[in-house]
């Protein structure tokens, strides 16, 4: 029965229904036809009622005409200039290469425009702290609302992993990401120095945020990284890495993934966080004896960090130890065990949007629409000060392994 309820919930991600558009919908322009642009917002505009896809434009207009008839867009505009200028458009959504996002999200915001702009936000901390300290953010509450899409935290399966966590009490915690060679070749625009290339500033932006979220705190050290090159005339970029860090409560995080791992590999990118044992007294009561004491080592593993509305799984192992009061010799121990999942909000009894078939995109644009409507929603969102946290411990990694910041706008002094 999982199964085919997996099936179907899938499914409807990739044909959800079409909703009426209400007469208040926000209209958005894409900047560039970019690939990921069908996945993160068009398929899920199509069943919010409060989202319409107006325009798009790209340098090469013959590209964003074939675009747009494919999709449906029903505007296309000669220059990313023309797009902003349109008085019609409420939000651009820019998925541009990474090192073009500071320049094109400032133009946007000084024209007005609300934006959601593709992960990771900035090149560097930087460009993170001049984008997301700049006046145009600052000038009223109702100004333009922009947000970096960090798609996957807003999922319900990420908001039930870290319910069940314990950040004071994180001793460890190690989150993977491994993506077959053949989804990256390498001359992909992943690898392209100047515009801000390489895996950890693409697929590393997920293990590291999940470990971020996980000890609910900044590191304070990255105390070992190692970058794995890529062959001439790529040899800036990286195509694996690996990073350890120290984070306040003495705990340890380790991120580590690769666009390179062999054609065959298969497995779903995860984070596995271990706790110091604590009292467990509870379980204390339920052996019945005062003299005994109980403690609880926790171990929750969640599966599937990029797209958990597919599917994922929170599993929490908890391993009690019973010794007599004051004593170091342990008695008994044992397991319990508790897989969780959650592909709406109900799931969680909490009375939120969503459906089995909205996609994380889905609920990252539900979110993205909320705040810009002045509601509540869920609570969930990426604040400037979460994004610029991100862009400082990637350029933390970035800087230990000696490889070297990703490169700042040439153009940075007009948008000071």
Known sequence: MDFLSGLRR????FNPPVAAKHDDALKFGILG??????????????????????????????????????????????????????????????????????EWALKALAKGKHVLLEKPATS???????????????????????????????APGWQQFLAVLDPPNISHAIAKAMVPSY????????????????????????????????????????IDAKMTRMAPPREKCDHTFYAKFRFPNGGIGEV?????????????PSIIVTHKPVPAPEEAKKAGDKDTEVTRTRKVTFCNLLWPTNYHYVTVEDKFEIRDAGSSTMKREYTKTET????????????LAGETHWSTYRYMLEEFVNKIKGRQ??????????????????????????????????RVSKFV
């Not at 199509?46 to 590209?63: E, F, L």
């Not at 990313?80 to 349109?86: A, K, N, T, V």
């Not at 001359?187 to 120095?193: A, K, Q, S, V």
């Open 124 to 154: 560097n901390a930087q460009e993170a702290e001049i984008l997301h300290h700049h006046r145009l953010l600052n000038q009223s509450s109702e100004g333009p609302v922009l947000m970096e899409a960090f798609h996957s935290r807003f």
């Open 256 to 268: 580590k993934g690769t666009l390179r791992a062999p054609k065959t590999h298969l497995s779903l």
């Open 10 to 13: 899938n499914w409807r991600q």
């Open 33 to 102: 036809a970019a690939n990921i642009a069908p996945l993160a917002l068009i398929l899920p505009a199509k069943s919010h009622p409060q989202v319409i896809i107006h325009a798009v434009a790209a340098r090469d207009k013959t590209r964003a005409t074939a675009f747009a008839n494919k999709r449906g867009i029903p505007v296309v505009k000669d220059s990313y200039e023309e797009l902003l200028d349109d008085p019609a458009i409420d939000v651009v959504y820019i998925p541009l290469p990474t090192g073009l996002h500071l």
């Open 340 to 351: 969780k999942k959650a592909y709406t909000f109900r799931e969680m009894d909490r009375d």
């Open 377 to 410: 929603g869920s609570g969930v969102f990426v604040s400037h000060e979460e994004s610029i946290a991100q862009s400082r411990a990637l350029d933390m990694i970035y800087e230990k392994s000696g490889l070297g910041l990703r490169p700042t706008s040439k």
């Open 183 to 222: 989804i990256a070749s390498d001359d992909d625009i992943r690898f392209n120095y100047s515009i801000s290339g390489g895996a950890l500033l693409d697929l590393g932006t997920y293990p590291l945020a999940s470990v971020r979220d996980a000890f609910g705190a900044e590191p304070e050290e990255c």
